[in-house]
């Protein structure tokens, strides 16, 4: 399917890694995007091949605090888009850099400068992804209105964002309940808390397996491997809901913001959680930090006068492939020093296996609702060169991002959670397999689910999710 791209500058791809090289076949299928007006800058060039006998131009170089300006200034002129699918470049520093320009802009995830994630002058609440979207709202409240840049808009955070919200359109739907408006349309926290959500996993299960088992001191992955390890080594963090009623030991506050979400004095990467997909039920997942904990956490949250009326608990629970929790789990064994090999997993992934991705609806009078992606490995071949089923996922929401902001190109700053979420996904829905919504009586503590209003707010108590 393609879309009507209005655009006619420079698309300026700052990263050839997994994502990139998932992402490009997507854009050339679009009308209105010339592949001569493609460029790749990125350190590592590999595989490049077929990017190149279809015009794509490579530029060998690594971007640098102190060179990334001279370098891009080669590259980008007002009315360009800067895509930034890299690791250890600041999307803040590139996003500031091309508002100045008059670029357009779009990542996937708030990188900092290499050493940022775990910098030790920092203390751990600001090594958070709560802490880096404070720097993206601080720098939206400095530029304002101005050529749109889209941060953290892959799959999750991405389309995470859209698919909480068509989820919650279905569930209501099924509860046949109404929809609370505000200024800006559906009020989406209203309408959780009217429907009695208390907990939401963004609840990924990837069961792709390759044909060539991980390796001692090797690390697996389905997409990026530095990037898993950078945000596995962050605190682990959460939307703290408001009918939680004991404490986690390691939860911490922060002093700045809002403070809807908390954060545990653990690595995200060892802090396991028990968890709901439709590919094979319940799981115990990985409670990874992620953009979408601390904006959804913010757009769901019910305040009346400053007093915190609802707020679901919220985050995301992964189980990834199974080479890669291994990975994890040595990793985590030998004290976080990472193996000396890395494997971004692609053509040796044997067929059958597949990616969900999706938000678990908890708490409400159906117990429990699942909605999301399920692509299999083999739709994500058939479909698009250069992909697996998880980069397709994310390639649909870098996609889909390009195209919503090529299509508001003023709106400055933008998280997911201020775009057109049907729009979005109508851009991403072809490849994102079959969009499945359902229902389980599931519960983290195992007791079948409850009606009485005291049991369910007992059964969906955090203490559970994490107590085995
Ligand atoms: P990857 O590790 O495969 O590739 C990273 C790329 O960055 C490589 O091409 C590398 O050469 C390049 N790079 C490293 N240092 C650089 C520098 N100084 N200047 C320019 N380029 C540099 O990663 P990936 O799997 O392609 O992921 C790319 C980004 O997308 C990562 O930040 C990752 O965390 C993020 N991501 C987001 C989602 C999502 O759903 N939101 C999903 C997957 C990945």
């Known amino acids: 399917m393609k879309h009507q791209v209005p655009f006619s500058g420079h698309l300026v791809f700052i990263g050839f890694g997994s994502i990139a090289r998932a992402t490009l076949p997507l854009l050339l299928r679009q009308d209105h995007i010339e592949v001569e007006r493609i460029t790749v800058i990125a350190p590592v060039i590999e595989q490049e091949i077929w990017f190149k006998e279809r015009g794509i131009r490579f530029v060998r170089k690594a971007l640098t605090e102190q060179t990334f300006v001279q370098t891009l200034d080669r590259f980008v002129k007002p009315g360009d888009f800067i895509v930034n699918l890299s690791v250890e470049v600041s999307s803040l520093a590139v996003m500031a850099y091309a508002f100045d320009k008059g670029a357009l802009y779009l990542d996937t995830c708030v990188e900092p400068w290499a050493g940022g994630y775990d910098d030790p002058h920092l ?16 720098l939206r409240r400095r530029l304002g209105k101005g050529p749109t840049a889209v941060v953290a808009h892959g799959a999750n955070p991405g389309l995470i964002t859209h698919l909480l919200k068509a989820g919650l359109m279905e569930l209501a739907v099924q509860l046949d309940h109404p929809l609370p408006q ?28 390759s044909q060539r088992p991980k390796e001692d001191d090797e690390f697996v992955n389905s997409w990026s491997v530095e990037g898993f390890i950078s945000e596995g080594s962050q605190p682990a963090e959460l939307g703290w809901g408001s009918h939680e009623r004991s404490w986690p030991t390691p939860a911490r ?21 028990k968890t709901w997909t439709p590919l094979g039920g319940p799981c115990l997942g990985l409670m990874i930090t992620h953009h979408e904990t601390a904006s959804t956490a913010d ?10 009326v609802y707020r679901p608990t919220l985050h995301y629970a992964y189980h990834p492939c199974n080479d890669a929790l291994l990975s994890i789990h040595e990793l985590v064994g030998r004290g976080w020093e990472t193996q000396a090999r ?14 969900a991705l999706g938000v678990l ?9 699942w909605f999301g992606s399920v692509l299999s490995i083999d739709e994500a071949r058939a479909l698009v060169p250069f992909n697996n089923a998880t980069s397709l996922q ?16 003023d709106r400055g700053i933008v998280e997911p959670e201020q775009m057109d979420y049907q729009r979005v996904l109508e851009v991403a829905r072809p490849y994102l397999g079959t969009l499945v919504g359902q229902r389980t009586d599931w519960t983290p503590s195992g007791s079948n689910h409850r009606t009485s209003t005291d049991g369910a707010a007992d059964d969906w108590q955090f203490e559970h999710f994490t107590r085995f």
Request: hydrophobic share 40%; proline share 2%; with cysteine.
């Open 123 to 138: 203390d751990l609440s600001h090594r958070t992804n709560y802490a880096l979207r404070y720097q993206v709202l601080d």
């Open 182 to 209: 505000d200024r800006e349309g559906i009020d989406w926290a209203r309408l959780c808390m009217e429907m009695g959500i208390k907990v939401i996993h963004f609840a990924e299960r990837d069961t792709q397996r």
């Open 253 to 273: 506050r922060h002093r700045f913001g809002t403070r809807n979400t908390i954060y545990l004095e653990r690595p995200s990467a060892s802090v396991l959680v």
């Open 299 to 308: 757009l769901l949250t019910v305040k009346e006068q400053r007093r915190l």
């Open 342 to 355: 890395q494997r971004i997993l692609n053509g040796e992934i044997d067929s059958g296996g597949a990616d």
């Open 361 to 369: 609806l908890m708490g409400h009078e159906l117990n429990a609702y």
């Open 394 to 409: 994310v390639a649909a929401g870098v996609l889909s991002g390009i195209v919503w902001a090529v299509e508001h190109p």
